[in-house]
């Protein structure tokens, strides 16, 4: 008798087990959809809070909110360089309130080398105020909408920028006398 019991239970588990998991698969429900999160008011991060507000949407952990706030920041500075004609490189430390000094050069010039010695002497007094780029004369034209204000025709042809002030250098010029322009510059 105990085994029959015991048989006709495991008879009525292993059936009730059986119609669940089949009735259970017809009937799950779809998954969320962008505007289901929508609705539910999950954001992904763009309220600038922790992540996400909703129970069933994503969420995004404080690193990642913060990478998509630099990255939002990074093209937003990109789009105002373009959009000012100015490159980068020129642009983003200007935006920082540095003083940017753009050296037009030929390497193999005795006069350039002497005033490469000359914008070395600068940046050492200047230190981290200071950004200085080298390029050849051979790429002005990358610099057009930053030599409109100041133009460069020889080398060494220097120009240096801070805030919405320029001025123009070109010939031999030493260090003492760079950095009396520098200073008035700024």
Sequence with gaps: RPVLIALVGAVLVGGFLFFKSSSSSEVAPPPPT??????????????GGTGGTGASGPTMSAAEVRAQKAKEERAALVAAAEEKGIPLRVYEPLQDGKVVMIFFWESEGQDDQHVNQAVNEVKDKQGSKMVVI??????????????????????????MLYGDKADTWQGYIDGTALNVRVDRLT
């Design 34 to 47: 962008s505007l289901q999160t929508a609705a539910t008011g999950a954001t992904g991060g763009s309220t």
């Design 134 to 159: 080298r390029e050849p004369v051979s790429n002005k034209s990358q610099y057009d909408a930053v030599a409109k204000a100041a133009d460069v025709t020889q080398t060494p042809g220097i120009i």
